[in-house]
């Protein structure tokens, strides 16, 4: 079995619906990330958490919401999508240590298309 | 300036040949530098990370890397057609809250 799964894998949607996107790890990593891929604009961080009570704004963060229900959960939420979040989204997990930046490790992604 | 800056490519290489790909960084407090490869609507995947000046092999991969000039590269030897993909090359600043900051990737077309 994966060790980061994504649900759903693809999803069309219409403007203004509410979208939630799922993430899950068996990895026992404690941070998880959010991240969208566009064309040409390589991947741009949208959300991260180092832990259950640390989540964090990415660079891109405005018309996304986040939860952390558990170490190994992490979702990803469009209030009210809109058709230029139409993207491919990657979750993504490491471990933490002190002093270094830790290997991602990327789910294998969502396509969402927003009508 | 970008902070991770690759050429986009393509970069096209005969099939057994050496490929190189480049790329620099602008944080000088750079600390973890990784090699990712990504096949068009996958997800990005693993091949190095580098920490220290000079060079390390796994396989027919190897990552080198120059602090000094803030230039880290990936020399694939025996090049197949399943190398063909676009590398990112990520770079990570523990000060900078632990993140990772990626380049926008190289697109790599090995010639059969």
């Known amino acids: 079995d994966a060790d980061v799964t994504q649900t759903p894998r693809n999803r069309i949607t219409k403007t203004g619906k509410r979208i939630m996107l799922e993430c899950s790890q068996t990895k026992g990593h404690d941070r998880m990330y959010w991240y969208r891929q566009d064309p040409g604009l390589g991947l741009q961080l949208i959300y991260y958490?180092?832990?259950?009570?640390?989540?964090n704004k990415g660079e891109i963060s405005d018309g996304y919401s986040v939860s952390r229900q558990a170490q190994a959960k992490f979702s990803l939420s469009l209030e009210s999508a809109i058709p230029n979040q139409t993207a491919l989204y990657f979750c993504?997990?490491?471990?933490?240590?002190?002093?270094?930046?830790?290997?991602?490790?990327f789910g294998p992604g969502t396509r969402l298309t927003v009508l | 300036q970008k902070e991770v800056e690759q050429n986009s490519g393509p970069l096209s290489v005969p099939e057994g040949a050496i490929a190189s790909l480049n790329c620099t960084y602008s944080d000088r407090g750079s600390q973890s530098f990784f090699w990712y490869r990504q096949y068009s609507g996958k997800s990005p995947e693993l091949i190095m990370f580098?920490?220290?000046?000079g060079d390390k092999e796994d396989g027919r991969f190897t990552a080198q890397l120059n602090k000094a000039s803030q230039y880290v590269s990936l020399l694939i030897r025996d090049s197949q057609p399943s190398d063909s993909a676009t590398y990112l090359c990520a770079v990570g600043v523990t000060n900078r809250d632990d993140k990772i900051i990626f380049g926008k990737g190289t697109r790599l077309h090995i010639l059969p």
């Open positions: 993504a997990t490491s471990e933490s240590s002190e002093g270094r930046i830790d290997t991602q490790y």
């Open positions: 958490s180092f832990d259950v009570k640390d989540i």
């Open positions: 580098i920490y220290s000046n």
